[in-house]
């Protein structure tokens, strides 16, 4: 039964609230790193162009040195896993890691540094003089960092490297102020928009995927072959990256834009699917996936779960707007399926079959859009990334295979055979009985456990959105979503842009709708 939230008849036209007086700062990274994957290290150096867009000066700016977060027992990212009941017994088998050899200049002088007062992976970077608004600076550090085991996003496995919140990274300041904040396990991120110039320096034998497109061309070259063979046909076996012959070591050159992270992947052991799609608009991405052989593996499907993912992504939201799309195999976590990043996502279900694999990706790749190109501040708004593409991971399942990641197997036969609308109607009238105590816009940190944190950030969201479609129809939430699309990608929009955006495009008010994301307990 359908559910009319709104009384329609209340039209007006009207300008996307916020965007008169908008401004983000400018970013432009160059790095330069090599791995040596014998002491688990890499040994790097940065220069940052910063531009100070905002209307007021600079005295300072504060730096993410996340690696930290991993130096020892009371960073804010270990408070955090002793109360999680995943990770509260195996603290002591995790290897740690952390940042060092910073040496921060500015404009070629050596630039003075302060401490956080609490935050061990948080610096501040003093500036000589104020950055005036509309001015640069060049701010440049050699680093070295210690990688961690694999146990939360950044770290090594068995035959993996995950290169992840590992260089020194301006916080975002924006309108409210400096958005300076520890690393969590629990809670993600808000960046500034940049662009990437990055060399990678490695052993020969890695195959790397990283955000941006790779410049190198006889490696690109490589990894094309080999995956367009294992796309087209692995009857016979994979087809596996060879190296150049005689070269022990390789740097790889990668380059992104309007971007807000920078991650890499590598390992000796990964398969490469490779395949090109064209949207709408006539643009071309090309596809990559990397993955482990292993007998009947779903990821031989991978290149068309992303393909498919893109394609409905871009149909319901607005065309994925980057040159290249990535998913990678990682190793398990017990945290979550998978880890975002733009152009890259690493997906940590090594056991999921054919439909839920799917999902977990397409889920990631969704990040592309709510992350990546709507650069929304994660760690005080969680719902306004994770709640709206689960609404949309949910919708891809349903229409795609009537299934719901939420229920698993779950869900019975006959639910199963009914048609992609009376199924979603079904399955989120079960999810509105979950339980559902926290406000959906509660900051990460406050949440008290992951169980809280999950449905207040994810399912009780996508419910949110779910009860708006059932006013509007699934073409006006598409409508909706492509206005709010249109307006703030490459920007970082609040909830209220976001509210300002969906009535433009759908002509009433949402003062209600958008009053129960403060609102405690069930919708």
């Not at 009207?14 to 007086?21: H, I, P, T, V």
């Not at 410049?215 to 080999?226: D, F, G, I, R, V």
């Not at 990706?361 to 719902?383: C, Q, T, Y």
Request: hydrophobic fraction near 35%; aromatic fraction near 16%; charge should be neutral.
């Amino acid at each position: 039964m359908k559910r009319c939230l709104f009384i329609f008849g209340f039209l007006f036209s009207q300008l996307a609230f916020g965007q008169e007086d908008y401004w983000q700062q400018k970013l432009a990274y160059t790095i330069n790193v090599t791995l040596n994957d014998q002491d688990k290290t890499l040994q790097g150096n940065e220069k940052i162009v910063y531009k100070n867009n905002s209307p007021q000066s600079l005295d300072f700016i504060w730096f993410h040195i996340w690696p930290n977060s991993y130096k020892d027992r009371n960073t804010a990212l270990f408070q955090q896993l002793k109360k999680d009941k995943e990770h509260r017994g195996k603290l002591n088998q995790y290897a740690m890691g952390y940042i060092e050899g910073l040496n921060f200049t500015v404009n070629g002088s050596k630039a003075q540094t302060e401490a956080h007062p609490q935050h061990i992976d948080i610096l501040k970077v003093l500036l000589p003089s104020p950055l005036r608004p509309g001015d640069s600076v060049t701010i440049a550090t050699d680093f070295k960092v210690k990688l961690p085991s694999f146990f939360s996003r950044s770290g090594y496995s068995s035959n993996e490297f995950m290169i992840c919140q590992w260089y020194p990274k301006p916080a975002v300041f924006d309108k409210q102020g400096w958005h300076e904040f520890p690393y969590l396990n629990m809670g993600e991120f808000y960046s500034e928009y940049a662009s990437y110039d990055v060399n990678i320096s490695l052993p020969a034998s890695y195959v790397v995927s990283a955000t941006g497109v790779l410049q190198t061309k006889k490696e690109l070259e490589a990894y094309k072959a080999a995956g367009k063979k294992n796309n087209d046909s692995n009857s016979l076996g994979w087809t596996r990256y060879i190296p150049e012959a005689g070269a022990s070591t390789k740097t790889l050159h990668y380059k992104a834009d309007s971007v807000p992270d920078f991650a890499w992947f590598a390992s000796k052991d990964f398969i490469i699917q490779y395949d090109r799609m064209g949207l709408r608009s006539g643009r071309q991405v090309d596809v990559f996936t990397f993955f482990f052989d292993k007998d009947n593996t779903p990821w031989s499907r991978s290149a068309d779960f992303v393909k498919d993912a893109v394609t409905r992504y871009s149909s319901w939201i607005g065309d994925y707007e980057y040159p290249v799309v990535q998913a990678i195999e990682g190793p398990a976590n017990n945290s979550s399926g998978g880890m975002e990043y733009p152009m890259v996502t690493l997906i940590t279900s090594p056991d999921s079959k054919t439909e839920s694999l799917d999902g977990v990706i397409a889920h990631e790749v969704g990040h592309n859009w709510f992350m990546s190109m709507l650069g929304s501040n994660e760690r005080d708004h969680p719902w306004q990334d994770e709640g709206l593409n689960t609404y949309f991971q949910l919708r891809y399942e349903a229409e795609k295979y009537r299934a719901n990641s939420i229920f698993g197997n779950n869900i019975p036969a006959y639910i199963r055979r009914l048609n992609a609308e009376d199924f979603q109607d079904r399955t989120y009238g079960v999810m509105a009985t979950i339980a559902m105590k926290p406000a959906m816009d509660t900051p990460s940190d406050a949440f008290r456990n992951t169980n809280d944190y999950s449905v207040a950030s994810y399912i009780k969201p996508a419910l949110w959105i779910y009860r708006l479609q059932e006013s509007v129809g699934a073409e006006g939430v598409n409508k909706a979503f492509r206005n709010y699309f249109s307006q703030w990608k490459f920007r970082h929009p609040a909830p209220q842009d976001m509210k300002a955006s969906f009535e433009q495009a759908l002509g009433f008010k949402l003062d209600a709708w958008f009053g129960l994301l403060s609102k405690p307990g069930p919708l």
